[in-house]
Antibody, heavy 120, light 106 residues
Framework: EVQLVESGGGLVQPGGSLRLSCSAS????????MHWVRQAPGKGLEYVSA????????YYADSVKGRFTISRDNSKNTLYLQMSSLKAEDTAVYYC?????????????WGQGTLVTVSS | EIVMTQSPATLSVSPGERATLSCRAS??????LAWYQQKPGQAPRLLIY???TRATGIPARFSGSGSGTEFTLTISSLQSEDFAVYYC????????FGGGTKVEIK
Protein backbone atom coordinates (compact mmCIF):
# COMPACT_ATOMS: atom_id res chain seq x y z
CA GLU A 1 0.00 0.00 0.00
CA VAL A 2 1.35 3.39 -1.00
CA GLN A 3 1.73 5.78 1.91
CA LEU A 4 2.95 9.36 2.00
CA VAL A 5 3.32 10.89 5.45
CA GLU A 6 4.19 14.56 5.80
CA SER A 7 5.63 16.17 8.90
CA GLY A 8 7.29 19.39 9.97
CA GLY A 9 4.44 21.85 9.69
CA GLY A 10 3.61 24.37 12.39
CA LEU A 11 3.43 28.02 13.32
CA VAL A 12 6.28 30.24 12.16
CA GLN A 13 6.79 33.98 12.14
CA PRO A 14 7.01 35.96 8.90
CA GLY A 15 10.56 35.78 7.59
CA GLY A 16 11.17 32.49 9.34
CA SER A 17 12.08 29.07 8.04
CA LEU A 18 10.63 25.58 8.20
CA ARG A 19 11.52 22.21 6.71
CA LEU A 20 8.82 19.78 5.67
CA SER A 21 9.46 16.07 5.26
CA CYS A 22 7.50 13.38 3.47
CA SER A 23 8.18 9.73 4.25
CA ALA A 24 7.19 7.42 1.40
CA SER A 25 6.49 3.70 1.44
CA UNK A 26 4.76 1.04 -0.62
CA UNK A 27 6.41 1.88 -3.94
CA UNK A 28 9.88 2.29 -5.43
CA UNK A 29 10.46 5.89 -4.33
CA UNK A 30 13.58 6.38 -6.44
CA UNK A 31 11.62 5.62 -9.64
CA UNK A 32 9.15 8.49 -9.37
CA UNK A 33 9.33 12.25 -9.57
CA MET A 34 7.69 13.86 -6.58
CA HIS A 35 5.87 17.13 -6.05
CA TRP A 36 4.60 19.43 -3.34
CA VAL A 37 1.13 20.96 -3.76
CA ARG A 38 -0.42 23.40 -1.30
CA GLN A 39 -3.87 24.63 -0.40
CA ALA A 40 -4.49 27.88 1.45
CA PRO A 41 -7.41 27.82 3.89
CA GLY A 42 -10.67 27.73 1.96
CA LYS A 43 -8.88 28.00 -1.39
CA GLY A 44 -7.98 25.74 -4.29
CA LEU A 45 -4.91 23.67 -5.10
CA GLU A 46 -1.62 25.31 -6.05
CA TYR A 47 1.45 23.59 -7.42
CA VAL A 48 4.58 24.46 -5.41
CA SER A 49 7.58 22.42 -6.50
CA ALA A 50 8.77 19.23 -8.17
CA UNK A 51 11.90 17.09 -8.25
CA UNK A 52 13.09 14.45 -10.66
CA UNK A 53 13.85 10.87 -9.68
CA UNK A 54 17.53 11.45 -8.91
CA UNK A 55 17.12 15.01 -7.67
CA UNK A 56 19.02 16.44 -10.60
CA UNK A 57 16.12 18.55 -11.84
CA UNK A 58 13.94 20.77 -9.72
CA TYR A 59 11.02 23.05 -10.54
CA TYR A 60 9.35 25.84 -8.61
CA ALA A 61 6.26 27.96 -8.87
CA ASP A 62 7.10 31.63 -9.36
CA SER A 63 5.50 32.39 -6.00
CA VAL A 64 8.15 30.38 -4.12
CA LYS A 65 11.18 30.55 -6.41
CA GLY A 66 14.29 31.67 -4.55
CA ARG A 67 12.72 30.99 -1.16
CA PHE A 68 11.90 27.26 -1.20
CA THR A 69 14.21 24.34 -1.93
CA ILE A 70 13.01 20.85 -2.76
CA SER A 71 15.23 17.83 -2.23
CA ARG A 72 15.05 14.10 -1.74
CA ASP A 73 16.99 11.28 -0.12
CA ASN A 74 16.31 8.09 -2.04
CA SER A 75 18.20 6.01 0.55
CA LYS A 76 15.66 7.15 3.14
CA ASN A 77 12.61 7.27 0.85
CA THR A 78 12.06 10.83 1.96
CA LEU A 79 11.12 14.07 0.20
CA TYR A 80 11.87 17.48 1.70
CA LEU A 81 10.79 21.07 1.26
CA GLN A 82 12.99 23.70 2.87
CA MET A 83 11.03 26.92 3.19
CA SER A 84 12.65 30.23 4.07
CA SER A 85 11.67 33.92 4.07
CA LEU A 86 8.15 32.76 4.77
CA LYS A 87 5.24 35.10 4.13
CA ALA A 88 1.67 35.16 5.38
CA GLU A 89 0.52 34.04 1.94
CA ASP A 90 2.50 30.81 2.35
CA THR A 91 -0.01 29.73 4.99
CA ALA A 92 -1.50 26.50 3.67
CA VAL A 93 -1.76 22.76 3.97
CA TYR A 94 1.20 21.29 2.11
CA TYR A 95 0.69 17.96 0.39
CA CYS A 96 3.37 15.56 -0.78
CA UNK A 97 2.22 13.88 -3.98
CA UNK A 98 3.43 11.05 -6.18
CA UNK A 99 3.21 11.28 -9.95
CA UNK A 100 1.39 8.66 -11.97
CA UNK A 101 2.94 5.84 -14.00
CA UNK A 102 5.09 6.69 -17.02
CA UNK A 103 6.08 9.95 -15.33
CA UNK A 104 2.83 11.63 -16.24
CA UNK A 105 2.35 14.66 -14.04
CA UNK A 106 -0.98 13.77 -12.56
CA UNK A 107 -1.03 12.65 -8.95
CA UNK A 108 -2.21 9.19 -8.05
CA UNK A 109 -1.33 9.35 -4.35
CA TRP A 110 -1.47 12.22 -1.87
CA GLY A 111 -0.27 12.50 1.70
CA GLN A 112 -2.64 13.69 4.41
CA GLY A 113 -1.00 17.12 4.39
CA THR A 114 0.79 19.23 6.97
CA LEU A 115 -0.38 22.70 7.96
CA VAL A 116 2.02 25.62 7.81
CA THR A 117 0.85 28.82 9.45
CA VAL A 118 2.88 31.98 8.97
CA SER A 119 1.84 34.57 11.51
CA SER A 120 3.26 36.85 14.14
CA GLU B 1 0.91 29.05 -18.34
CA ILE B 2 -2.27 27.22 -19.22
CA VAL B 3 -5.26 28.56 -17.31
CA MET B 4 -7.92 26.04 -16.32
CA THR B 5 -11.45 27.36 -15.76
CA GLN B 6 -14.10 25.24 -14.05
CA SER B 7 -17.83 25.85 -14.14
CA PRO B 8 -20.06 26.24 -12.35
CA ALA B 9 -18.38 27.25 -9.11
CA THR B 10 -21.19 25.56 -7.17
CA LEU B 11 -23.59 22.90 -8.40
CA SER B 12 -26.69 22.02 -6.37
CA VAL B 13 -27.93 18.52 -7.10
CA SER B 14 -30.36 16.13 -5.46
CA PRO B 15 -29.20 12.62 -4.51
CA GLY B 16 -29.78 10.23 -7.39
CA GLU B 17 -29.56 12.95 -10.03
CA ARG B 18 -26.86 13.41 -12.65
CA ALA B 19 -24.14 16.01 -12.17
CA THR B 20 -22.18 17.51 -15.04
CA LEU B 21 -19.04 19.51 -14.30
CA SER B 22 -17.07 21.45 -16.90
CA CYS B 23 -13.41 22.31 -17.25
CA ARG B 24 -11.97 24.51 -19.97
CA ALA B 25 -8.29 25.01 -20.85
CA SER B 26 -6.92 28.27 -22.25
CA UNK B 27 -5.11 26.23 -24.91
CA UNK B 28 -5.15 22.63 -25.99
CA UNK B 29 -3.99 20.07 -23.44
CA UNK B 30 -4.76 17.10 -25.67
CA UNK B 31 -6.10 14.37 -23.34
CA UNK B 32 -3.69 15.18 -20.52
CA LEU B 33 -6.40 16.06 -18.04
CA ALA B 34 -7.09 14.68 -14.56
CA TRP B 35 -9.98 15.08 -12.14
CA TYR B 36 -9.77 14.96 -8.36
CA GLN B 37 -12.35 14.81 -5.59
CA GLN B 38 -11.78 16.49 -2.24
CA LYS B 39 -13.96 16.11 0.82
CA PRO B 40 -13.71 18.47 3.81
CA GLY B 41 -10.61 17.82 5.90
CA GLN B 42 -9.24 15.26 3.46
CA ALA B 43 -6.57 15.22 0.79
CA PRO B 44 -7.70 15.20 -2.83
CA ARG B 45 -8.25 11.80 -4.46
CA LEU B 46 -7.55 10.99 -8.09
CA LEU B 47 -10.72 10.10 -9.99
CA ILE B 48 -9.86 10.33 -13.67
CA TYR B 49 -6.68 10.66 -15.73
CA UNK B 50 -6.10 10.80 -19.45
CA UNK B 51 -9.41 12.69 -19.60
CA UNK B 52 -11.48 9.51 -19.43
CA THR B 53 -9.67 6.70 -17.58
CA ARG B 54 -10.96 5.96 -14.11
CA ALA B 55 -8.33 5.55 -11.43
CA THR B 56 -8.14 2.35 -9.40
CA GLY B 57 -11.19 1.77 -7.26
CA ILE B 58 -13.26 4.63 -8.67
CA PRO B 59 -16.93 3.66 -9.21
CA ALA B 60 -18.32 3.49 -12.71
CA ARG B 61 -20.79 6.30 -12.01
CA PHE B 62 -17.85 8.68 -12.51
CA SER B 63 -16.96 9.30 -16.14
CA GLY B 64 -14.77 11.80 -17.92
CA SER B 65 -14.86 13.01 -21.49
CA GLY B 66 -13.39 15.61 -23.79
CA SER B 67 -10.10 16.54 -25.39
CA GLY B 68 -8.30 19.67 -26.48
CA THR B 69 -9.79 22.50 -24.46
CA GLU B 70 -13.20 21.25 -23.30
CA PHE B 71 -13.68 18.54 -20.69
CA THR B 72 -16.55 17.14 -18.67
CA LEU B 73 -16.83 15.09 -15.50
CA THR B 74 -20.17 13.34 -15.16
CA ILE B 75 -21.49 11.66 -12.03
CA SER B 76 -24.39 9.58 -13.29
CA SER B 77 -26.36 9.19 -10.06
CA LEU B 78 -25.14 11.18 -7.11
CA GLN B 79 -24.60 9.32 -3.88
CA SER B 80 -24.31 11.00 -0.49
CA GLU B 81 -20.56 10.43 -0.45
CA ASP B 82 -20.14 12.29 -3.75
CA PHE B 83 -20.90 15.71 -2.33
CA ALA B 84 -17.47 17.32 -2.40
CA VAL B 85 -15.26 19.72 -4.32
CA TYR B 86 -13.93 18.59 -7.69
CA TYR B 87 -10.78 19.90 -9.36
CA CYS B 88 -9.46 19.45 -12.86
CA UNK B 89 -5.73 19.56 -13.64
CA UNK B 90 -3.87 19.66 -16.94
CA UNK B 91 -0.47 18.01 -17.31
CA UNK B 92 0.18 18.61 -20.99
CA UNK B 93 2.26 21.75 -20.52
CA UNK B 94 3.81 21.38 -17.10
CA UNK B 95 0.73 21.45 -14.83
CA UNK B 96 -2.03 23.69 -13.53
CA PHE B 97 -5.26 23.26 -11.59
CA GLY B 98 -8.74 24.62 -12.09
CA GLY B 99 -10.42 26.59 -9.32
CA GLY B 100 -12.81 23.79 -8.37
CA THR B 101 -16.52 23.04 -8.47
CA LYS B 102 -18.37 22.40 -5.23
CA VAL B 103 -21.16 19.84 -5.57
CA GLU B 104 -23.68 20.43 -2.82
CA ILE B 105 -26.94 18.85 -1.80
CA LYS B 106 -30.00 20.54 -3.27
Amino acid sequence: EVQLVESGGGLVQPGGSLRLSCSASGFTFSSYAMHWVRQAPGKGLEYVSAISTNGGNTYYADSVKGRFTISRDNSKNTLYLQMSSLKAEDTAVYYCVKVGPKSKNYFDYWGQGTLVTVSS
Amino acid sequence: EIVMTQSPATLSVSPGERATLSCRASQSVSSNLAWYQQKPGQAPRLLIYGASTRATGIPARFSGSGSGTEFTLTISSLQSEDFAVYYCQQYNNWLSFGGGTKVEIK
